[in-house]
């Protein structure tokens, strides 16, 4: 849509410069629509507005039309305006000069007359174009504003209406656990980012081939990983520890004793009534035991970072909008925490249940990708992996101390949104923000 919004302005541009502005007009016109193009696609879209607005005044020659709708104002009385001869000629009549487009006649009455109708219906075609292409303009930049949507064209709906609703080939059912599975088809992607906003550890930006693979379309529920516990009789590392992570409101980590899945806020809390929530106070070894019982296995870094932002390098899972209202759980206004984000009410202080934000959805089908919970991938992490990996199904450093986390979660700001960001944590920690979900053969 804004694409094609854009291509139908310059065409209007065209039309109104054809006959109106100089060579260098037209030139520095397209220049700044090139850049302004290449700013949205690759950098930042509150340049690309700026950059926009600027195109707008240098094209049109705001200064010099309105210069000139003043001029004609002061010297030719248009109060009396219109093609109205015999208000035209009462105005001619009155000046002995006439200032028409920057040129002055001589006020040989008829003759003057004559050029000035010419003129101002010229003008006021003109000025119609103008008008009309500030307006498109407007529209535009609102829209830009509105939903801050930089994806080239590609709207939230269009990317949405190519997967909703899915094929019942791109889903199946795990039978352990009845979660559903979504296709990730084998192909390239744009893993990692040199965007302004990157982390050292997400670069270089690459493109990496992965096989095809089945992921879970949400993370793990408290009712699946109870059944999990009930049929193999497991015991976390957080009830083996008997504390867990939390994060108290002024951002610092500290245990909190008998803290667990089935405990989230301590001994005196419970579960119950909170079957669809994400499971959390997992760790990696919780997480591996329980992909291992239905069958599957975690997700690597890589495969989760395709299922969440799809091929083309999106910044988030729903696109590249910075709009995250009503797409993710994350620390909204209603989080206690210092760092709450106070624009907008996502309805859930802590975590939501699994697939609450339908419009998050991502590229291949996936949902709470960004924020509700942390994610435990398969892999060790190393800050300087992306330099050394493998271009084709890369799995991690052989070893290391901390495995990845992704995704960030209800108590994260939107800059830990991002998909190729990265975090770490030791595999038998826990904390109140970490769950997980499969990857699994159907
Ligand atoms: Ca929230
Ligand atoms: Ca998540």
Redesign the pocket.
């Known amino acids: 849509m804004f694409f094609s919004l854009f291509v139908a302005n310059l065409f209007v541009v065209f039309g109104v410069l054809a006959h109106r502005f100089k060579k260098w007009a037209i030139i520095t016109g397209l220049t700044i629509y090139i850049l302004d193009t290449v700013l949205w696609v690759i950098l930042s879209q509150w340049l690309a507005v700026v950059v926009h607005v600027i195109a707008i005044i240098v094209i049109f020659g705001a200064i010099k039309t309105l210069k000139q709708i003043f001029l004609h104002r002061s010297n030719v009385d248009l109060i009396a305006t219109s093609f109205d001869e015999s208000s035209l000629k009462h105005t001619i009549a009155k000046h002995d000069r006439i200032l028409v487009k920057d040129k002055t006649f001589e006020a040989d009455r008829k003759q003057s007359m004559n050029k000035l109708i010419e003129s101002r219906l010229k003008t006021n075609s003109n000025l119609k174009n103008i008008l009309l292409v500030s307006a498109l303009n407007l529209v535009y930049v609102i829209v830009f504003f509105v939903f801050g949507v930089s994806n080239l064209g590609e709207s939230q709906q269009e990317l949405q209406s190519r997967f909703v609703p899915l094929n019942a080939s791109d889903y199946s059912v795990n039978q352990i656990d009845l979660m559903r599975l979504v296709f990730v088809p084998e192909g390239e992607f744009i893993m990692g980012s040199e965007g302004l906003d990157a982390l050292d550890d997400e670069k270089p930006e690459q493109t990496i081939f992965l096989d095809s693979f089945w992921i879970y379309q949400t993370?793990v529920t408290n009712e699946m990983f109870e059944k999990f516990v009930d049929a193999t009789g497991y015991i976390t590392t957080s009830e083996t520890f008997g504390e867990s992570f939390i994060y108290s409101p002024d951002g610092k980590i500290e245990s909190l004793e008998g803290a667990s899945w089935k405990n989230p806020e301590g001994l005196q809390s419970t579960i119950l009534g909170y079957d669809d929530y994400p499971v959390v106070h997992i760790s990696w070894i919780d997480a591996s035991a329980y992909c291992e019982w239905v069958g599957g296995r975690l997700p690597t870094e890589a495969e989760w970072e395709k299922a969440a932002r799809g091929p083309y390098g999106h910044k988030f899972p729903w696109g590249d909008m910075e709009n995250f209202g009503g797409k993710a759980n994350y620390c909204d206004s209603s989080c206690e925490f210092e760092w709450a984000e106070n624009n907008f009410n996502d309805g859930f202080p802590k975590t939501s249940p699994v697939g609450t934000y339908t419009s998050g959805l991502s590229y291949y089908g996936v949902l709470?990708?960004?924020?509700?919970?942390?994610?435990w991938c398969s892999d060790w992490y190393d800050h300087e992996y992306y330099q050394y990996s493998p271009k084709e199904n890369p799995k991690g450093p052989e070893d290391g101390d901390y495995k990845v986390m992704r995704?960030?979660?209800y108590l994260s700001g939107s800059a830990f949104l991002r998909s190729s960001l990265r975090d770490a944590i030791p595999p038998y920690a826990s904390t109140a923000s970490s769950g997980f979900r499969c990857v699994v053969n159907p």
């Open positions: 993370p709470d990708m960004a924020g509700n919970v942390w994610e995704g960030g979660s």
